[in-house]
């Protein structure tokens, strides 16, 4: 749900807040501010990797 979410990057931006809001509508699960973080953390690294990773791909851009 989340990964889908980020995966279109034209749309606005998803915050911790709006994941709260649609895990809870959704599933009816309440959520913390700091699980939602951790999920959308997790989420962009399945999506676009580490942050090592992606500086180890910025020499071959130069």
């Keep these: ?21 649609d895990i809870r509508r959704e599933f009816g699960i309440s959520l913390s501010y700091r699980k939602a973080l951790a999920v959308k953390r997790h ?6 990797g580490s942050d090592e990773e992606s500086y180890q791909l910025l020499p071959s851009m130069c």
């Design 1 to 21: 749900m989340v990964i889908h979410r980020y995966s279109n990057a034209s749309k606005k931006p998803y915050p911790p807040n709006d994941i709260i809001d």
């Design 43 to 48: 989420s962009m690294k399945l999506l676009f």
